[in-house]
Every structure is written in C-alpha cells, then in structure tokens.
C-alpha cells in the first residue's frame, strides 16, 4: 500500500517539534528534512508586488462582445468572463504564473547557488528544458532538495516571512534604546 505524501501542515508540525528541520530565523536559514542548510535573504513585499505587477501584463484580457437587446436597448458592448477559451487561457496564465513565481522567490530568497558540477538530478532534466539558465538550474536544484510540495510550501513561508522581524531582532533593537543604568 502506497504511502500518501505528508501534507503541509504535517510537514510544518514535523519543523516545529524538530529544530533541525525548518527555518532557524537566527542563522536566517532554512534547514531541509535531509539536513541541507539553505541560507535565506529577505524578499520584501514590495519586491513581490513589483514582480507579481509583471507577471500581471500577461494575463489574459476578458474578452468583449457586442450586444443586441432589441429595438427597447441599444446595441453595446459587455465583459464576457464566462467565454470558454478566455476561461483556458486565464487557468493557463494562472498555472504559468504560480511556477513564475515560486522560481523569483526560490531565487530571490535562497542565497547559496546551485553546485557547478552537475547533479545526477540535474543532468536527467536538462535534456527537457531549451536553456539551462542558472535561475533554472537553481530553481530545480532547491526542489531536488526537498521531500515534496509540502516542504516547498514551507520554504516559501520561510522565504516570505524571512523580511518579518526575528525576537532576537527586536530584542537587539529594544536593547538599543535602553541606557546603561536600566
């Protein structure tokens, strides 16, 4: 009987009951389920806004068709959200734009790159793939790294909240306003 891969939650649960798993906000890294330590930079909202506004020129435009309610309306023009290819090409975008994203934070978020010599991983897929940029290789070679989806989803929360302030941060920053005295 086939095993079900674990869910995110049950990841999350597994990376907080076990420090060596999951982000340590201290060291700014996120450590894999197989032990490999990814250092993390923050990728700010802002960043992500600019990113997504980009991704948000392709997406498709609904399309508009002219109307003619009889001699009681005039002929005009309407949204026609409802169209079955604007449909496909929007569920299309929406996929294209989910794997955009996730390869900017993968790597805009994780500073280390991808090993120079070739992974046995790496080498299987690039046949598939036009140009191996290094942002692809990076992308793949941080997925071959972790157990599943659920561990990715985890990563990106690591990669995302990274920006957040850290208790120690604030702590640091409290402690430079207080005087000696205190």
């Known amino acids: 009987m086939a095993k079900n891969k674990p869910t995110t ?4 649960d597994v990376i907080a009951e076990d420090v060596s798993h999951g982000l340590d906000p201290e060291r700014g890294a996120f450590f894999t389920l197989t032990g490999e330590e990814l250092p993390l930079r923050p ?3 802002f960043v992500v806004e600019r990113y997504q506004a980009v991704l948000e020129k392709d997406k498709p435009k609904i399309p508009v068709i002219e109307t003619d309610h009889g001699k009681d309306r005039p002929k005009g023009r309407e949204a026609h959200p409802n169209d079955p290819i604007y449909k496909e090409a ?4 929406e ?3 989910g794997v955009l994203m996730m390869q900017f934070m993968v790597n805009v978020g994780v500073a280390k790159d991808a090993p ?3 992974s046995d991983y790496l080498e299987a897929i690039a046949p598939y793939f036009e140009e191996m940029t290094p942002q692809v290789r990076k992308y793949f070679w941080v997925l071959s790294l972790l157990s599943g989806d659920a561990e990715a989803a985890a990563l990106l929360e690591a990669i ?3 920006a957040m302030p850290t208790q120690k941060g604030m ?3 409290a402690d430079s306003f207080r ?3 205190e």
């Open 116 to 118: 120079v010599e070739d």
């Open 179 to 181: 005087s000696n005295g």
């Open 160 to 162: 995302g909240g990274n």
């Open 9 to 12: 939650t049950e990841v999350t």
């Open 171 to 173: 702590d640091d920053a």
């Open 43 to 45: 990728v700010h909202m």
């Open 90 to 93: 929007l569920e299309q975008w």
């Open 95 to 97: 996929r294209n734009s």
